[in-house]
T-cell receptor, first 110, second 112 residues
Framework: GENVEQHPSTLSVQEGDSAVIKCTYSDSASNYFPWYKQELGKGPQLIIDIRSNVGEKKDQRIAVTLNKTAKHFSLHITETQPEDSAVYFCADSGYSTLTFGKGTMLLVSP | EAQVTQNPRYLITVTGKKLTVTCSQNMNHEYMSWYRQDPGLGLRQIYYSMNVEVTDKGDVPEGYKVSRKEKRNFPLILESPSPNQTSLYFC???????????FGNGTRLTVT
């Protein structure tokens, strides 16, 4: 990828609410869009990913949607829990490298 | 257990003193990469390697060197560290570009 914009930078929700994080990309060649969760003191861990031939993917409470025409993709977390509190990074990958967004700090209050 | 191992976890050094941060993976991955993480800037790629003896610059390569003599190891070398290289560094690997990245637990470097 070339450039990835991620919003918001901080997101606070109440336990049980939904959370949505959005990313836009600029590289038309991008074809792989992973999302990573980073807990304090640890390296990022992949939580879900989507490829350019798919519009939506779901894994339990987590889903990712991709709009190739608009060049944006989003992470949706439903029924949030305190353990979902972390920094989330989107990324996109074209032919040569993986580019990350600047991250979203998600705070889930009990 | 499949993992990426970085050492050391914490390092405090002085300006100009050469240092190496080691990275090793046990998953037979071809692709390896180094990132630095700074507040408000996210993860920025320093160098990456598609395979043994193949390395390329990422977005912020100045002041860093890497080598990939063996598939499992990808050390990051700072020949003459400066205070602006104070950061949290992550090594990562994957089977190929476009496959999930596995990250190490990070190395927090302070250069005084």
């Amino acid at each position: 990828g070339e450039n990835v914009e991620q919003h918001p930078s901080t997101l606070s929700v109440q336990e049980g609410d939904s959370a949505v994080i959005k990313c836009t990309y600029s590289d038309s060649a991008s074809n792989y869009f992973p999302w990573y969760k980073q807990e304090l003191g640890k390296g990022p861990q992949l939580i879900i990913d989507i490829r350019s031939n798919v519009g939506e993917k779901k894994d339990q409470r987590i889903a990712v949607t991709l709009n190739k025409t608009a060049k944006h993709f989003s992470l949706h977390i439903t029924e949030t829990q305190p353990e979902d509190s972390a920094v989330y990074f989107c990324a996109d990958s074209g032919y040569s490298t993986l580019t990350f967004g600047k991250g979203t700090m998600l705070l889930v209050s009990p | 257990e499949a993992q990426v191992t970085q050492n050391p976890r914490y390092l405090i050094t002085v300006t100009g003193k050469k240092l190496t941060v080691t990275c090793s993976q046990n998953m037979n991955h071809e692709y390896m990469s180094w990132y630095r993480q700074d507040p408000g800037l996210g993860l920025r790629q320093i160098y990456y390697s598609m395979n043994v003896e193949v390395t390329d610059k990422g977005d912020v390569p100045e002041g860093y060197k890497v080598s990939r003599k063996e598939k499992r190891n990808f050390p990051l070398i700072l020949e003459s560290p400066s205070p602006n290289q104070t950061s949290l560094y992550f090594c990562a690997s994957s089977g190929s570009l476009g496959s999930p990245l596995h990250f190490g637990n990070g190395t927090r470097l302070t250069v005084t």
